[in-house]
Nanobody
Framework: QLQLVESGGGLVQPGGSLRLSCAAS????????VGWFRQAPGKEREGVSC????????NYADSVKGRFTISRDNAKSTVYLQMNDLKPEDTAVYYC?????????????????????WGQGTQVTVSS
């Protein structure tokens, strides 16, 4: 059974850091690109970052460039999102998602419609 489980969210003060993990099971994660998305109350879902199947290509939203880093360990079937210098506007539920198509890459952005499998999300709250 295909499953994606996010973890690592929590409450952090502005300027702090968190590392989110997305653990996959039931399929070979290494064949697929993975994206991180977030949704804050009353706002549309936003593509935060995505990484290709082998980890050689990454995209970031302008709002997180220089602060967030996406990476993956295919041997562990896990994708990570290291978030540094967190700001209150980063508060949201963060979701990981897997591309519908194997070994596809987007030269810019992380289009949510391309991702067919989603985790349940993990809450990130940035507040003093």
């Amino acid at each position: 059974q295909l499953q994606l489980v996010e973890s690592g969210g929590g409450l952090v003060q502005p300027g702090g850091s968190l590392r989110l993990s997305c653990a996959a099971s039931g399929f070979t994660l290494g064949y697929y690109g993975v994206g991180w998305f977030r949704q804050a109350p009353g706002k549309e879902r936003e593509g935060v970052s995505c990484i290709n199947s082998r980890g050689g290509y990454t995209n970031y939203a302008d709002s997180v460039k220089g602060r967030f880093t996406i990476s993956r360990d295919n041997a562990k079937s896990t994708v990570y999102l290291q978030m540094n210098d967190l700001k209150p506007e980063d508060t949201a539920v963060y979701y990981c998602a897997v591309d519908r198509v194997q070994q596809r890459w987007f030269t810019s952005g992380c289009p949510a419609t391309a991702y067919g499998y989603w985790g349940q999300g993990t809450q990130v709250t940035v507040s003093s």
